[in-house]
């Protein structure tokens, strides 16, 4: 009766042993070694891999990677396109992760690929190419489902590149869910300067098309969230004093 027992408790602690998912500590290994092309190779196995093509975790690896081989100035042509895969990669790994917790051990990373991306889209934003920035934009959302900043600035883009009434959809869409928001404090540092950068596009936008009061109020809505910052101070005043 004892050995089975014994048998029983071995046999329950293995299946909670398998039912666990891995860790993948191979791919770990491989990064902190910098083997980048092998990490890709084991990772990209692991995505088309039955058994754990539904794990976040190869996903991210697999980001991580081909962020760093996007970030080579000699790297294999076969890379040319790594930093847009490594945004998809990441996407995947973002749709994996149902509760959340995996994203917020690896935000660090996250956080570094949503400023690429932002940084893109701000060149794309200061030279008024703004057709360029709609597909950033896209990109941006891969990495960050449902950002509000993005959003306003999407609605922008939209705007500027002469689609006013895609540009109003997504405007009343963002407008919903701003009303809800109470400050700032669930959002990234990368997070606030998109809202940011979203606003003032968007109340430039209500200028433009002759609705003064409704930029006045947009900028009045979130001025207590910028207080102390020089940028969205000078927009302040330039829009509603």
């Not at 896209?138 to 895609?166: H, M, N, V």
């Not at 930029?215 to 910052?229: H, R, S």
Request: hydrophobic content about 40%.
């Amino acid at each position: 009766m004892k050995k089975l027992i014994v048998l029983f408790a071995v046999l329950i602690y293995a299946a909670k042993s398998f039912a666990q998912a891995p860790e993948y500590n191979d791919l770990i290994i491989l990064f902190a070694d910098a083997k980048y092309e092998k990490l890709i190779r084991e990772a990209t196995k692991y995505t088309e891999s039955d058994k754990t093509k539904n794990d976040a975790l190869p996903y991210l690896w697999l980001s991580k990677g081909l962020y760093a081989m996007s970030q080579q100035g000699d790297k294999d042509e076969i890379y040319k396109n790594a930093f847009k895969e490594a945004i998809g990669a990441l996407g995947s790994f973002r749709k994996k992760d149902k509760d959340g917790s995996l994203y917020k051990e690896h935000v660090e990373f996250v956080e570094k690929l949503k400023m690429a991306v932002l940084e893109s889209i701000i060149n794309e934003l200061d030279a008024k190419m703004y057709k360029k920035a709609t597909p950033l934009l896209t990109k941006y959302y891969k990495i960050s489902p449902d950002d509000l900043g993005a959003k306003y600035l999407e609605a922008a883009c939209k705007f500027r590149d002469a689609d006013k009434s895609g540009a109003n959809l997504v405007w009343k869409d963002a407008d919903k869910r701003i009303a809800s928001v109470k400050d700032l404090s669930t959002m990234t540092e990368v997070d606030k300067i998109l809202f940011k950068r979203g606003i003032i596009e968007s109340a430039e936008c209500f200028i433009a098309s002759k609705q003064v009061d409704k930029a006045k109020n947009l900028m009045k809505k979130v001025a207590p969230w910028f207080e102390g910052d020089e940028e969205f101070q000078e927009k302040y005043n330039q829009i509603v004093n």
